[in-house]
């Protein structure tokens, strides 16, 4: 079965630029979880959805950072103007709702960005 | 809030060494709880889960017991290889079914022949 699917893989752009990182969940998966993980701070949730709607973008740092879930097969996490401090790698993870109890979240493999 | 606490690392081992990672949660209830392993490059897989009290959730030698009466959920081996160096995630499910999970900081493990 295929995974979670994320591009790029790598990403190196100038600050300033429009970045846009892209997430195909594990089909049939309803819950949809963008993370970013940087040294100093570890590993943070940004933004999650159920059935493709946003239910917590608390974590979202800025209003520089934006997701979407347009359909149940796609999500994109923007960021616009990305900043060095940006850089980090991002992950997107999936789960499927099952019997009231919490699922593991199934992780792709991210996209490491560097902004400079 | 909710919160994992983890072993701050990096725990250094040599190959067929005895590994305990500790691991405590706060959330009330019964949350469901996992080991992650992520490797270097790699994204974060699941190791092992357990979603009730005294349950031992076990995967490649590793094993973890639900502790309610501690609020712990200590990650164990046997026998280290030094394929199993990795970064060690330990995280607890918000009861309720959201799927959300509270990670804690990880742990690095280094197993050296």
């Known amino acids: 079965d295929a995974g979670v699917i994320q591009s790029p893989r790598h990403e190196v752009t100038e600050m300033g630029q429009e970045v846009t990182l892209r997430c195909k969940p594990i089909s049939g998966h309803d819950y949809l979880f963008w993370y970013r993980q940087t040294m100093m701070r570890g590993l943070e949730l940004l933004i999650y959805?159920?059935?493709?709607?946003?239910?917590?973008d608390s974590g979202m740092p800025e209003d520089r950072f934006s997701a979407k879930m347009p359909n149940a097969s796609f999500s994109t996490l923007k960021i616009q103007p990305s900043e060095p401090r940006d850089s980090a790698v991002y992950f997107c993870?999936?789960?499927?709702?099952?019997?009231?109890?919490?699922?593991?979240?199934?992780f792709g493999d991210g996209t490491r960005l560097s902004i400079l | 809030g909710n919160s994992v606490t983890q072993m701050e690392g990096p725990v250094t081992l040599s190959e067929e060494a005895f590994l305990t990672i500790n691991c405590t949660y706060t959330?009330?209830?019964?949350?469901?709880l996992f080991w992650y392993v992520q490797y270097p490059g790699e994204g974060l897989q699941l190791l092992l889960k357990a979603t009730k009290a005294d349950d031992k959730g076990s995967n490649k030698g590793f094993e973890a017991t639900y502790r309610k009466e501690t609020t712990s959920f200590h990650l164990e081996k046997g026998s280290v290889q030094v394929s199993d160096s990795a970064v060690y995630f330990c995280a607890e499910g918000l009861s309720g079914g959201y799927n959300k999970l509270i990670f804690g900081a990880g742990t690095r493990l280094a197993v050296h022949p």
């Open positions: 993870a999936s789960s499927l709702t099952r019997g009231g109890q919490d699922q593991p979240q199934h």
């Open positions: 959330a009330t209830g019964y949350p469901s």
């Open positions: 959805f159920n059935n493709n709607v946003p239910i917590d």
